[in-house]
């Protein structure tokens, strides 16, 4: 079954850099897109960037465009996003997702998620 271990969240402070990691198994994963999406206190699910299978073409949310970058290495089955200038609104629990396309539709999430805290 799909499984996907994310890693490298933290408590930062405003203006600080992450780097998220997500190792997959289960599947096939240079054969997908993917996604990273994220969750808030008390709000759904956001889509916040996607990357097709090859890594050449991304998406980003407005919210986070300008600040994250969205990677992928498929030689190690492993998907990554570099958050810079993170502010609070980037608190939430990010997971990443096998995804139908990297801008659009239906995704799974796999993993437990990692907690991002940007508070000073």
């Known amino acids: 079954q799909v499984q996907l271990v994310e890693s490298g969240g933290a408590l930062v402070q405003p203006g600080g850099s992450l780097r998220l990691s997500c190792a997959a198994s289960?599947?096939?994963?240079?054969?997908?897109?993917m996604s990273w999406v994220r969750q808030a206190p008390g709000k759904g699910l956001e889509r916040v960037s996607g990357?097709?299978?090859?890594?050449?073409?991304?998406y980003y949310a407005d919210s986070v465009k300008g600040r994250f970058t969205i990677s992928r290495d498929n030689a190690k089955n492993t998907l990554y996003l570099q958050m810079n200038s993170l502010k609070p609104e980037d608190t939430a629990v990010y997971y990443c997702?096998?995804?139908?396309?990297?801008?659009?539709?239906?995704?799974?999430?796999g993993g437990q998620g990692t907690q991002v805290t940007v508070s000073s």
């Open positions: 990357i097709n299978s090859g890594g050449a073409s991304t």
């Open positions: 997702a096998k995804s139908d396309t990297y801008y659009s539709g239906s995704y799974q999430t």
């Open positions: 289960g599947f096939t994963f240079s054969a997908y897109a």
